[in-house]
């Protein structure tokens, strides 16, 4: 269900409904992600080269959480 925007002269999209969006450059929130998750490999294997062993389960998590993270914490901008 949407609702009437009078200034776009369309209806608003609501939860739920897809937005396109101007260009096909990534979201800053997505750039974000991307870059958490490299920064998360770089430093599982900077404690690897310090004789630490990390397991593999655990070295995903920490991707998941740096990417997470860093996506949480950017602010989105319009496109």
């Known amino acids: 269900m949407t609702e009437y925007d009078p200034e776009l002269d369309e209806p608003a999209p609501t939860y739920g409904d897809l937005v396109d969006q101007d260009t096909a450059a990534p979201t800053r929130k997505l750039s974000a992600g991307v870059l958490g998750a490299s920064c998360a490999t770089l430093v599982v294997a900077g404690i690897g080269m310090a004789g630490v062993e990390i397991p593999p389960g ?16 950017v602010r989105d901008r319009v496109n």
């Open 58 to 73: 655990v070295e995903g998590a920490l991707a998941t959480l740096f990417a997470f993270g860093a996506g949480y914490l």
